[in-house]
Structures are given as C-alpha cells and as structure tokens.
C-alpha cells in the first residue's frame, strides 16, 4: 500500500516568493495534517482536515499561508509571500477517520523548504 | 495552550547501555504517542497509550503512562545502533481538541559502537 506522498521534496527559494506544496494521503484516510518542523524541534500543528473540512486551523499564519483540500483527498499548502523565518520542513500527516482510529499518524517524507 | 515537554534533549549511550527519555504535560491527556525519526527521516509512530498508569512493551521498548495522564516515559534496554533516532511523544488533550496531536521537542539518541 502507497504511503502519505508528499511534493516536491526540496525547494530552494528567494524571500517575497510564492511557493506550494501537494500532499496525497493514504487511501481512505479521511484525516489529513499538515505540520512544520523547524530544525531540532517537534513538529507543530499547522491545519487539521476531516474530509474537506479545515476542522482546526488556528496555528496556520493566515496573513501568508493558505491551504485547500478540494474533494476531501489531495491537499496543498500554499506561502505568499515566502520571509526567511519559513525555512522548515513541511510534513503532511493522515490518519483514517477519527471515530474508528487508533489515533495513529502517517507521515510522509516531507517537503524541505529553504528560503534564501 | 498546552504544552509537552521532553527531557533530556540530547543523549549519548554506548551501545549496550540503557536509555530513558521522559515526557511531561502541562494538561491531562486523553492519550499519549510516541513516534521515531531517523536523521533525514520522518516521524513514524511507535505506540499509543491510553489508560491510567498502562504499561506497554516493544522488544526491548517499555513505554509507561503516568497515573495522572500527565507524564510518559519510554525506556529502551541495551541499546543498538540501529535505535539512533529522535524520539519524540505526542500529546492528545481529548475532548474538542481530540485529534490535535502536540508534539514535545524530542530525544536526541546517538549510539556509540
């Protein structure tokens, strides 16, 4: 079974850029996450999708960060524009629906950004 | 919000040696996870604790959930070079912000042959 797919995996970019990033969870998996992880540090919370649904939204710096997850499967996660202090790796996260699931998250390999 | 914290941040083992990290937070838990990253890695979960005072074991991997779901600890007996990793556990408040994971800063383990 494919895992939680995530594109692309690096990407090096100037300040005041645009950038995005797709993720593909695992089949069935309503559940969808999107964390940043800063260097040496836990990953932190960005947006939580159930469906299409953005249920938890509240740590994502909406003056720069958008995210949609158009028919409840693939999601993108968009910065406009990019400032330096985003240089992170950006995991997506799903896990099945929540009512049914041991709770347990997958994670894909990430998408590492360096804004320059 | 809530908070977890882990300590130590970094450990360094010689192989063979055992190795303890722990895990605190600021809110009682529904639930507790815990996950390993490899160095270039991503998070890949370990286990899920959810009772008071509930012990589990992997192996050589003994996780323990505090009494008062605040605290967890995760021991590993006579490390190998292939447990190297950051070890991190995950909180789950419960209630309306079941399903909001918080993640501690994570345990550095490096194993020296």
């Known amino acids: 079974e494919a895992g939680v797919v995530q594109s692309p995996r690096y990407k090096i970019i100037e300040k005041k850029q645009p950038v995005a990033f797709w993720c593909n969870p695992i089949?069935?998996?309503?559940?969808l996450y999107w964390y940043r992880q800063n260097l040496g540090q836990g990953p932190e919370l960005l947006i939580r999708y159930e469906n299409e649904e953005a249920v938890d939204d509240s740590q994502l710096p909406k003056d720069r960060f958008s995210a949609e997850r158009l028919k409840g499967v693939d999601s993108t996660l968009k910065i406009q524009p990019a400032e330096l202090g985003d240089s992170a790796v950006y995991l997506c996260?799903?896990?099945?629906?929540?009512?049914?699931?041991?709770?347990?998250?997958?994670f894909g390999e990430g998408s590492r950004l360096t804004v320059l | 919000g809530q908070q977890v914290m882990q300590i130590p941040q970094y450990q360094h083992v010689q192989e063979g040696e055992d190795f303890t990290t722990y895990c605190n937070s600021s809110t009682t838990l529904s639930n507790i996870q815990w996950y390993k990253q490899r160095p270039g890695g991503h998070p890949v979960f370990l286990i899920q604790?959810?009772?008071?005072?509930e012990v589990k074991k992997q192996k050589r991997l003994t996780f323990q959930f505090g009494e008062a779901k605040k605290n967890s600890s995760l021991h590993i007996t006579a490390t190998q070079t292939t447990d190297v990793g950051t070890y991190f556990c995950?909180?789950?408040?419960?209630?309306?912000?079941?399903?909001?994971?918080?993640f501690g800063q994570g345990t550095i383990l490096t194993v020296h042959p």
């Open positions: 995950a909180g789950n408040a419960g209630g309306t912000s079941y399903g909001k994971l918080t």
């Open positions: 604790l959810v009772k008071s005072g």
């Open positions: 996260a799903s896990s099945p629906t929540l009512e049914i699931s041991t709770g347990e998250l997958f």
């Open positions: 089949s069935g998996h309503n559940t």
